[in-house]
């Protein structure tokens, strides 16, 4: 089984509409990411959570909004989507940093591809 | 200018060819550098993975961070057409926030 799991894993909807894109994993870190892809501008962060009690804000979070259920569980929501939110969206998941060890690795899910008309 | 900067443009070579990629970067403080990659309709994975300074070895992968000159390269040796994927360089401090490049796309050719 997948560590890391997005649903739906491709979405059409209509502009206005409320959409929640869900994240969930099984690798037990605590640090969890929402990033969207788009083609010639690479992977943008939208927002972050280092844990259950802390939300952060990316680079790009206008028009989104997120809420991280437990620690397994990540969701993104754009609560009333527009055609420039279509992307690929991408949840991912690092552990905490140790001293002297860490690899600030991020691990993907396999991507959201979202389109709105 | 990016944090990150890495030339999108797409890159094809003949199967048993070295793929040569790189990325610079402007932040000084940058110290984990990463390697990526994203086969099509996949997200990305890590590839190869470099603290600090130096080169590292992995089968036919090998990377290499400079950082006097903030420049950071992929070798792909014996390239194959299971190698076509789009390789993103990522960077960052040490804070588990990464700056990634915007991803060169390979295509290896039988």
């Known amino acids: 089984d997948a560590d890391v799991t997005q649903t739906p894993r491709n979405r059409i909807t209509k502009t206005g509409k409320r959409i929640m894109l869900e994240c969930s994993q099984t690798?037990?870190?605590?640090?969890m990411y929402w990033y969207r892809q788009d083609p010639g501008l690479g992977l943008r962060l939208i927002y972050y959570?280092?844990?259950?009690?802390?939300?952060n804000k990316g680079e790009i979070s206008d028009g989104y909004s997120v809420s991280r259920q437990a620690q397994a569980k990540f969701s993104l929501s754009l609560e009333s989507a527009i055609p420039n939110q279509t992307a690929l969206y991408f949840c991912?998941?690092?552990?905490?940093?140790?001293?002297?060890?860490?690899?600030?690795?991020?691990?993907f899910g396999p991507g959201t591809r979202l389109t709105v008309l | 200018q990016k944090e990150v900067e890495q030339d999108p443009g797409p890159l094809s070579v003949p199967e048993g060819a070295i793929v040569s990629l790189n990325c610079t970067y402007s932040?000084?403080?940058?110290?984990?550098f990463m390697w990526y990659r994203q086969y099509s309709r996949k997200g990305p994975e890590l590839l190869m993975y470099?603290?600090?300074?130096g080169n590292k070895e992995d089968g036919r992968f090998t990377a290499q961070v400079d950082k006097s000159s903030k420049y950071i390269s992929l070798f792909i040796r014996d390239s194959q057409p299971s190698d076509s994927a789009t390789y993103l360089c990522?960077?960052?401090?040490?804070?588990?926030?990464?700056?990634f490049g915007k991803g060169n796309q390979v295509v290896v050719i039988p």
């Open positions: 959570s280092f844990d259950v009690k802390d939300i």
């Open positions: 690798k037990g870190h605590d640090r």
């Open positions: 470099t603290y600090s300074s």
């Open positions: 991912a998941t690092s552990d905490l940093p140790s001293t002297g060890t860490s690899t600030d690795t991020q691990y």
């Open positions: 990522a960077m960052s401090k040490g804070n588990n926030r990464l700056a």
């Open positions: 932040n000084s403080a940058f110290q984990y």
